[in-house]
């Protein structure tokens, strides 16, 4: 059975930081592109970083670059997002993704 787990979403005052980890079991993680989307109460889903499964590339969102950084453990099938100088505009739950499977979410909130 293929599963994806999200975890690591917390309350985080505004430029503090956060890591989120997911973890997938039932999944050959290392040939498949992997990332991570977030949706705020009241918007559509968006993606905010993805790694390409051909070439290692690493795609971030025009809001997230410099501030995220994805990576993954093919070994271990994890993914993780290192969350820094966050922003209340960065609060939502944010979801684990790989080859159109989806973990359930877990919430980031930033506020002061």
């Known amino acids: 059975q293929v599963q994806l787990v999200e975890s690591g979403g917390d309350l985080v005052q505004p430029g503090g930081s956060l890591r989120l980890s997911c973890a997938v079991s039932?999944?050959?993680?290392?040939?498949?592109?992997t990332g991570w989307f977030r949706q705020a109460p009241g918007k559509e889903r968006e993606g905010v970083s993805c790694?390409?499964?051909?070439?290692?590339?690493?795609y971030y969102a025009h809001s997230v670059k410099g501030r995220f950084t994805l990576s993954r453990d093919n070994a271990k099938k994890m993914s993780y997002l290192e969350m820094n100088s966050l922003k209340t505009e960065d609060s939502g739950v944010y979801y684990c993704?790989?080859?159109?499977?989806w973990g359930q979410g877990t919430q980031v909130t930033v506020s002061p």
């Open positions: 993704w790989i080859a159109g499977l």
């Open positions: 039932g999944f050959p993680v290392a040939h498949y592109s």
């Open positions: 790694i390409r499964d051909k070439n290692g590339f690493t």
